[in-house]
């Protein structure tokens, strides 16, 4: 993803997914590969959103729920439930691998008019989402890209089902 410094959009070639009715993004550099829903071996005292680990050619990667990492309800697999693996922190032997459990994967593809911009409002909303690169549109939708760094640094809002501190 770049940044155009004329008009503050973010441009480049984008993975679309759903997550219920809603359109996200990720930018497609650090996606190494999409998997069909498997079964995840769980992590004991794991966090809510961490659903366990799985083997990515005898590796083990592990496999996040985007849904409680953004707050919203847990849901089952389906037919068209996919693992979104992406390569984060670095190259080579820095890097990490940790797979997104995601609704459904649409497409690669560019957003449209340009790519997505950060809200403008969103210190007028007293609002700063640090996961949110921006917001654009695709086929006339709006697609929230995700800021993949960030999407793993430091501790996580606390869900429902977990107490604040």
Sequence with gaps: MTVDPDHGMLDGTV????LGEALFALPVAPVLEILDAKPVAPVP??????????????ASVPVVDLRRMLGQPAREDTFETRIVVLRVG??????RRVGLRVDR????????EAGAA??????L???????VAGVGRRGGRFVTLLEVSALFEGRLAPTEEEPQS
């Design 90 to 95: 670095g190259q080579g032997a820095t890097a």
């Design 105 to 112: 994967v649409i497409e690669v593809t560019e957003l449209d």
């Design 125 to 131: 909303l007293h609002w700063n989402e640090r996961m």
């Design 45 to 58: 005292r794991a966090p809510q959103h961490l659903l366990g680990l799985i083997d990515r050619r005898g």
């Design 15 to 18: 993975i679309t997914f759903s």
């Design 118 to 123: 950060p809200l403008a409002e969103a210190e």
